[in-house]
């Protein structure tokens, strides 16, 4: 089971890749709401809000009670992009650190830390008396 949430959550950095050009190849008002339009960081946070959101539902799709699963991803989606904001400007304030390799690893590992409470919630939610 481990292994399906961290599965989602590389097709979840993978989509999001994917959402960064998805307004070049298609510029309409739908697509304005799913991928960034322009160059700002509160443009570029809807690369993990979108694909962060899908995942969830993909994951919570055969739960029997969702809605212990659905604590860890609701704080995973709101952590993802304070985990981004955070480290992207310390990095860039604190540090003058900048670039798109820097922006690459911080997105993955924003990506990956919010998908982290979700799979320690998960774990605790489907852990029985002999695993305690």
């Known amino acids: 089971m481990k292994r399906k949430w961290w599965t989602v959550c590389f097709l979840s950095i993978l989509a999001g890749s994917a959402l960064h050009f998805l307004y070049d190849l298609w510029p309409n008002p739908l697509t304005v709401v799913f991928a ?4 700002s960081v509160w443009e570029h946070l809807k690369l993990l809000y979108w694909p962060f959101l899908a995942a969830a539902f993909v994951l919570t799709k055969d739960e029997a009670d969702g809605r212990k699963s659905w604590c860890g991803l609701l704080a995973g989606l709101l952590g993802a992009p304070l985990l981004l904001l955070g480290a992207y400007y310390t990095l860039l304030s604190g540090f003058t650190l900048h670039g798109l390799p820097l922006d690459l690893i911080l997105y993955a590992l924003a990506m ?4 982290g409470p979700v799979s320690y919630t998960h774990l605790r939610a489907h852990e029985t008396s002999q695993d305690l």
């Open 112 to 115: 990956v830390g919010g998908f």
């Open 36 to 39: 960034p339009v322009n160059e």
